[in-house]
């Protein structure tokens, strides 16, 4: 808490939350970035899963958006620092703030890395294996967890912005 | 005559009830925010791959034929989404110019994003990547980023959303 309170009143942090245009960039910062990750994300899950076209394999996709994936969540996590840092003592506690961050973003993001390691083994043999299906079942509805939790930020607390 | 259709939509019973559930009000949230991250995460790593930035072990053609149903899927789901959610509030956004210039930037980056689809097969066959089809790719990638950046904007300047 004492962290947020001195992130929320940093020169850079007062200058966005205080000014009226600033703010819209912030949040179009961390959309376009999400655009990239999750976009990214959910076709290699879709994939795996065997869901779509197969005009290619789950490793050659994984491997063609490999890049711009992790360029998307480095642009995403700038962005949402920022807001973060915008109002950083009414996000720290929020519930569904905490949930977010503390428990859905770290468990999807250990998945995410399990299957981009783990997807040009999968790729190997003809038929996905049922462990391959599952994990990118389960990745996409984390994702999709993580984005409710996140809309949900603005139930519990009305000064947080939507 | 379109305020009336506003009006009517505002007052349907159906709209009503799903835009004043808190429970359906974030699905549609949810909804809408997954739709346009599959829309424009799969419609941008297609133009990067034209512009030569992205994916260069693979053929544009392949990644764009793995990619472009999930483009459509996407849409598809922000679309209905933002529509049950405009419907709420359709005078208010209707009034808001800024509103009006976000449907006009989608629908050009809509059409950009079809020439690119359509053109991909075409652009593959010749030998180098064409200049056209850059400038092509470029401009449907500013204005899916510049339709992103008009969004945030909407509630920012008009106060609805």
């Known amino acids: 808490m004492a962290f947020a309170k001195w992130l929320q009143g940093t020169h850079w942090a007062v200058s966005i939350s205080g000014s009226d245009w600033a703010y819209p960039y912030v949040q179009w910062t961390h959309f376009s970035g999400l655009s990239l990750w999750l976009g990214t994300n959910l076709a290699v899950d879709l994939r795996l899963l065997g869901v779509g076209r197969k005009r290619q394999s789950a490793a050659q996709l994984s491997d063609a958006l490999f890049a711009w994936n992790w360029i998307g969540f480095a642009v995403a996590v700038c962005g949402g620092f920022m807001l973060f840092a915008c109002s950083a003592t009414n996000y720290v506690p929020n519930p569904a703030f905490q949930l977010k961050l503390g428990i859905l973003i770290p468990l999807a993001l250990i998945l995410h890395i399990v299957v981009q390691r783990k997807t040009r083994a999968w790729s190997e043999t003809t038929n996905t294996p049922t462990i391959a299906r599952l994990a990118g079942l389960i990745e996409l509805l984390l994702w999709l967890c993580v984005v409710t939790a996140a809309v949900s930020i603005p139930n519990y607390d009305v000064r947080l912005p939507r | ?161």
């Open chain 2, 1 to 161: 005559m379109l305020l009336h259709l506003g009006e009517w939509l505002e007052h349907n019973s159906w709209i009503v009830a799903i835009n004043s559930s808190v429970v359906l009000s974030a699905i549609l949230e949810v909804a809408h925010y997954a739709g346009f991250f599959l829309l424009v995460g799969s419609i941008a790593i297609v133009d990067l791959r034209v512009l030569g930035v992205a994916a260069r072990r693979q053929t544009a053609t392949s990644v764009a034929e793995q990619l472009f149903p999930w483009m459509w899927t996407g849409f598809a789901s922000a679309f209905l989404s933002g529509f049950i959610m405009f419907a709420g509030d359709a005078t208010d956004f209707s009034g808001a110019w800024i509103f009006c210039v976000k449907m006009l930037v989608v629908l050009l980056a809509l059409a950009a994003g079809i020439v690119v689809q359509r053109s991909v097969p075409k652009w593959d066959r010749a030998p180098s990547m064409p200049i056209s089809a850059r400038l092509m790719a470029f401009v449907s990638l500013a204005l899916w980023i510049g339709a992103i950046l008009i969004a945030v904007e909407v509630p920012a300047i008009s106060g609805v959303g």
